[in-house]
Protein backbone atom coordinates (compact mmCIF):
# COMPACT_ATOMS: atom_id res chain seq x y z
CA UNK A 1 0.00 0.00 0.00
CA UNK A 2 0.73 3.49 0.34
CA UNK A 3 1.26 5.26 3.13
CA UNK A 4 2.66 9.02 4.75
CA UNK A 5 4.10 8.96 8.32
CA UNK A 6 4.69 12.10 10.41
CA UNK A 7 4.13 12.90 13.86
CA UNK A 8 0.74 13.63 14.92
CA UNK A 9 1.49 16.43 17.36
CA UNK A 10 5.03 18.55 18.11
CA UNK A 11 5.19 21.72 20.83
CA UNK A 12 7.91 24.43 19.86
CA UNK A 13 8.75 27.73 21.79
CA UNK A 14 8.07 31.08 20.55
CA UNK A 15 11.28 32.43 18.83
CA UNK A 16 13.12 28.80 18.73
CA UNK A 17 13.03 25.88 15.19
CA UNK A 18 11.05 23.30 14.76
CA UNK A 19 11.45 20.20 11.96
CA UNK A 20 8.41 17.78 10.84
CA UNK A 21 9.50 14.83 9.52
CA UNK A 22 7.51 13.15 6.68
CA UNK A 23 8.42 9.23 5.55
CA UNK A 24 6.48 7.96 2.36
CA UNK A 25 5.85 4.54 0.49
CA UNK A 26 4.16 5.40 -2.39
CA UNK A 27 3.74 3.92 -6.24
CA UNK A 28 6.61 5.97 -7.67
CA UNK A 29 7.33 9.94 -7.09
CA UNK A 30 6.09 12.76 -8.93
CA UNK A 31 7.23 15.39 -6.35
CA UNK A 32 6.54 15.98 -2.50
CA UNK A 33 4.09 19.23 -0.98
CA UNK A 34 3.46 20.70 2.15
CA UNK A 35 0.98 22.90 3.15
CA UNK A 36 -0.33 24.34 6.49
CA UNK A 37 -3.72 24.61 7.49
CA UNK A 38 -5.00 26.73 10.47
CA UNK A 39 -8.27 25.29 12.43
CA UNK A 40 -10.83 25.81 10.51
CA UNK A 41 -9.46 27.04 7.42
CA UNK A 42 -8.59 25.53 3.78
CA UNK A 43 -4.71 23.94 3.46
CA UNK A 44 -2.23 26.66 1.84
CA UNK A 45 0.43 25.49 -0.32
CA UNK A 46 4.12 25.81 1.65
CA UNK A 47 6.22 23.77 -0.75
CA UNK A 48 7.27 21.71 -3.75
CA UNK A 49 10.58 19.64 -3.86
CA UNK A 50 10.66 16.97 -6.70
CA UNK A 51 14.76 17.17 -6.17
CA UNK A 52 17.33 15.89 -3.54
CA UNK A 53 18.19 18.75 -1.29
CA UNK A 54 17.01 21.99 0.49
CA UNK A 55 14.65 24.53 -0.23
CA UNK A 56 14.64 27.59 1.58
CA UNK A 57 11.77 30.27 1.27
CA UNK A 58 12.08 33.01 4.39
CA UNK A 59 11.30 31.13 7.73
CA UNK A 60 10.45 28.04 5.58
CA UNK A 61 12.35 24.88 4.33
CA UNK A 62 11.81 22.02 2.65
CA UNK A 63 14.04 19.14 2.57
CA UNK A 64 14.05 15.66 0.39
CA UNK A 65 16.29 12.54 0.52
CA UNK A 66 14.03 10.31 -2.15
CA UNK A 67 16.47 7.33 -1.48
CA UNK A 68 15.45 7.31 1.99
CA UNK A 69 12.04 8.20 1.19
CA UNK A 70 12.30 11.23 3.99
CA UNK A 71 11.47 14.86 3.55
CA UNK A 72 11.64 17.85 6.91
CA UNK A 73 9.66 20.98 6.82
CA UNK A 74 12.05 22.97 9.22
CA UNK A 75 10.21 26.30 10.88
CA UNK A 76 12.53 29.11 12.53
CA UNK A 77 12.21 31.91 14.61
CA UNK A 78 8.73 30.33 15.31
CA UNK A 79 5.47 32.80 15.72
CA UNK A 80 2.26 32.50 17.27
CA UNK A 81 0.86 32.22 14.22
CA UNK A 82 2.64 29.37 13.33
CA UNK A 83 0.50 27.13 15.35
CA UNK A 84 -1.17 25.30 12.64
CA UNK A 85 -1.36 21.85 11.43
CA UNK A 86 0.98 20.82 8.64
CA UNK A 87 0.65 18.51 5.76
CA UNK A 88 2.75 16.35 3.65
CA UNK A 89 1.36 15.08 0.31
CA UNK A 90 3.10 12.99 -2.12
CA UNK A 91 2.56 13.02 -5.78
CA UNK A 92 2.67 9.43 -7.09
CA UNK A 93 3.30 7.97 -10.48
CA UNK A 94 -0.12 7.77 -11.66
CA UNK A 95 -0.26 11.92 -10.46
CA UNK A 96 -2.29 11.43 -7.45
CA UNK A 97 -1.86 13.30 -4.05
CA UNK A 98 -1.19 11.08 -1.12
CA UNK A 99 -1.68 12.73 1.69
CA UNK A 100 -0.38 12.38 5.34
CA UNK A 101 -2.38 12.41 8.68
CA UNK A 102 -0.92 15.79 9.01
CA UNK A 103 1.21 17.73 12.48
CA UNK A 104 -0.40 19.49 14.55
CA UNK A 105 2.33 22.64 15.77
CA UNK A 106 1.50 24.16 19.13
CA UNK A 107 3.82 26.78 19.68
CA UNK A 108 3.99 28.55 22.88
CA UNK A 109 5.30 31.67 24.83
CA UNK B 1 -14.02 37.11 -5.86
CA UNK B 2 -10.66 35.22 -5.94
CA UNK B 3 -9.41 31.59 -5.30
CA UNK B 4 -11.74 28.66 -4.48
CA UNK B 5 -14.89 29.86 -3.14
CA UNK B 6 -17.21 26.94 -1.04
CA UNK B 7 -21.26 27.07 0.00
CA UNK B 8 -21.98 26.94 2.44
CA UNK B 9 -19.35 27.30 5.22
CA UNK B 10 -21.80 25.13 7.54
CA UNK B 11 -24.38 22.64 6.91
CA UNK B 12 -26.64 20.52 9.74
CA UNK B 13 -28.53 17.39 8.31
CA UNK B 14 -30.80 14.75 8.85
CA UNK B 15 -30.18 11.54 7.66
CA UNK B 16 -33.53 11.85 5.21
CA UNK B 17 -32.57 15.28 3.86
CA UNK B 18 -31.36 16.18 0.24
CA UNK B 19 -29.04 19.11 0.13
CA UNK B 20 -26.02 20.25 -2.08
CA UNK B 21 -22.34 21.47 -1.92
CA UNK B 22 -21.28 24.42 -4.29
CA UNK B 23 -17.83 25.16 -5.26
CA UNK B 24 -16.63 27.66 -7.71
CA UNK B 25 -13.06 28.22 -8.78
CA UNK B 26 -11.74 31.58 -10.36
CA UNK B 27 -8.20 30.49 -11.10
CA UNK B 28 -8.75 29.13 -14.62
CA UNK B 29 -7.98 25.69 -13.16
CA UNK B 30 -8.91 22.37 -15.36
CA UNK B 31 -9.15 20.14 -12.92
CA UNK B 32 -11.76 20.14 -9.82
CA UNK B 33 -11.54 17.53 -6.30
CA UNK B 34 -13.68 16.53 -3.46
CA UNK B 35 -11.72 15.90 -0.17
CA UNK B 36 -13.06 14.59 2.91
CA UNK B 37 -11.18 15.39 6.15
CA UNK B 38 -12.24 13.69 9.54
CA UNK B 39 -9.95 14.79 12.74
CA UNK B 40 -7.09 12.91 12.82
CA UNK B 41 -7.11 11.33 9.79
CA UNK B 42 -5.10 11.72 6.21
CA UNK B 43 -7.23 14.09 3.57
CA UNK B 44 -9.47 11.08 1.79
CA UNK B 45 -9.88 12.05 -1.81
CA UNK B 46 -13.57 11.53 -3.01
CA UNK B 47 -13.85 12.66 -6.79
CA UNK B 48 -11.26 13.72 -9.37
CA UNK B 49 -12.83 16.03 -12.08
CA UNK B 50 -10.42 17.00 -15.18
CA UNK B 51 -12.42 19.47 -18.02
CA UNK B 52 -15.62 18.25 -16.80
CA UNK B 53 -14.85 14.86 -16.85
CA UNK B 54 -15.06 12.66 -14.01
CA UNK B 55 -11.51 10.64 -14.13
CA UNK B 56 -11.58 9.14 -10.65
CA UNK B 57 -14.30 7.81 -7.83
CA UNK B 58 -12.58 6.49 -4.85
CA UNK B 59 -15.10 4.00 -3.50
CA UNK B 60 -17.16 6.64 -2.80
CA UNK B 61 -20.53 5.49 -1.54
CA UNK B 62 -23.62 6.42 -3.65
CA UNK B 63 -25.16 8.78 -1.28
CA UNK B 64 -22.62 10.85 -2.56
CA UNK B 65 -23.15 12.37 -5.85
CA UNK B 66 -20.88 15.01 -8.24
CA UNK B 67 -21.57 17.17 -10.72
CA UNK B 68 -19.59 19.13 -12.59
CA UNK B 69 -21.21 21.42 -15.24
CA UNK B 70 -18.07 23.29 -16.47
CA UNK B 71 -14.69 23.48 -15.42
CA UNK B 72 -15.19 26.16 -12.83
CA UNK B 73 -18.01 24.57 -11.00
CA UNK B 74 -18.43 21.92 -8.93
CA UNK B 75 -21.42 20.12 -6.79
CA UNK B 76 -21.59 17.67 -4.27
CA UNK B 77 -25.11 16.01 -4.00
CA UNK B 78 -25.94 14.78 -0.80
CA UNK B 79 -28.77 12.26 0.39
CA UNK B 80 -29.87 9.86 3.39
CA UNK B 81 -26.30 10.29 4.92
CA UNK B 82 -25.24 8.21 7.92
CA UNK B 83 -23.36 10.58 11.28
CA UNK B 84 -20.69 9.20 9.97
CA UNK B 85 -20.58 11.57 6.95
CA UNK B 86 -20.31 14.20 9.08
CA UNK B 87 -16.64 16.09 8.14
CA UNK B 88 -15.11 19.19 6.92
CA UNK B 89 -15.55 18.91 2.96
CA UNK B 90 -12.57 20.47 0.92
CA UNK B 91 -13.09 21.55 -2.53
CA UNK B 92 -9.51 22.01 -4.64
CA UNK B 93 -8.72 22.80 -8.11
CA UNK B 94 -5.60 22.76 -9.41
CA UNK B 95 -3.94 22.55 -12.96
CA UNK B 96 -3.86 19.09 -14.76
CA UNK B 97 -0.55 18.49 -16.29
CA UNK B 98 3.44 19.05 -15.08
CA UNK B 99 4.94 20.21 -12.01
CA UNK B 100 4.22 22.32 -9.72
CA UNK B 101 0.68 22.94 -11.79
CA UNK B 102 -0.50 20.12 -9.52
CA UNK B 103 -0.45 22.30 -6.92
CA UNK B 104 -3.94 22.26 -5.32
CA UNK B 105 -5.74 25.45 -4.10
CA UNK B 106 -7.83 24.36 -1.74
CA UNK B 107 -11.96 26.19 -0.26
CA UNK B 108 -12.14 26.92 3.27
CA UNK B 109 -14.53 23.93 2.88
CA UNK B 110 -17.94 23.09 4.37
CA UNK B 111 -18.43 21.63 8.06
CA UNK B 112 -21.45 19.05 7.35
CA UNK B 113 -22.78 17.61 10.81
CA UNK B 114 -25.32 14.72 10.11
CA UNK B 115 -27.71 14.55 12.69
Known amino acids: GQNIDQPTEMTATEGAIVQINCTYQ??????LFWYQQHAGEAPTFLSY??LDGLEEKGRFSSFLSRSKGYSYLLLKELQMKDSASYLC??????????WGAGTKLIIKP | ETGVTQTPRHLVMGMTNKKSLKCEQHLGHNAMYWYKQSAKKPLELMFV???????ENNSVPSRFSPECPNSSHLFLHLHTLQPEDSALYLCASSQTSGSPSYEQYFGPGTRLTVT
Open chain 1, 89 to 98: AVLNSNYQLI
Open chain 2, 49 to 55: YNFKEQT
Open chain 1, 26 to 31: TSGFNG
Open chain 1, 49 to 50: NV
